[in-house]
């Protein structure tokens, strides 16, 4: 017969190994939910909070969720997960599949503009982004090339190699791809609300989620952030030239 002692020993023996298991999964979603609301909360303060809307205290919070995004995931890499930083360069093809799917994008948000663009309130969208300081084209194009460049770049590193990494811990990866893109939609919800009106939300939300799952399919084909930031690149051009028309074409 065992002894009371031995039988607590077993029994510990037997449930530590799903408990060791699950402790990726808590560190996954402790690293989602430190991150995810942070973009939001950066352009709620900065461009619909009335209080601080357009203000240094607005636009202050707003830099701080930027670089809490941008510095929590390398932070993660370096003191949690205890892994090294590398370039990850793409292979197989990848940068010239993020061309194509790049291209095709942008060609289908102007087609977008042309098809659905009695949805937009122009009135409304010049008044949002005049609030916002964009009062002449050379403000736009000192504001979107950075964001094209830059902004692209952040934007994969954090929602691809990180956002969907995370969500490939905590589920499979099929549907990663699917919730990282929704995650991806949802970040965006509070910026497109605060320069144009509804339908025009909820219709550029359902192309940044198309856009952001294919994304995240780019990054789990190449386990790199390269073919996504270039097809992001080149997809925010045709996003550009559609605001560059609705803000200062006739």
Known sequence: MLQPASFIAMHAHDVAPPVRASRPKLLALAALLLLLPMPSLGDWFAMIFEPTRGTPVG???????????????????????????????????????????????????????????TLIDFDAMRHANTANGLTSPLRYVLLVVPLALVNSLMEEYVWRWFVFRKCEVLM??????????????????????????????????LGVFLAGTIWSWCYLRYRSIWPGYVSHIIADVGVYIVGWMVLFGT
């Open 59 to 117: 636009w202050a919070i707003y830099c701080f969720s930027k670089a809490w995004v941008i510095a929590l995931p390398l932070v993660w890499l370096l003191f949690v997960e205890r892994g090294r930083v590398s370039l990850s360069p793409a292979r197989r093809g990848g940068l010239a599949m993020g061309v194509i799917i790049g291209i095709v994008m942008a060609i289908a948000i102007i087609a977008a503009y042309f098809l659905a663009g």
């Open 172 to 205: 499979r990866s099929a549907p990663a791809v699917i919730v990282s893109g929704l995650l991806f939609a949802g970040h965006h919800v509070v910026a497109l609300a605060a320069q144009t009106n509804w339908n025009v939300v909820l219709l550029a939300t």
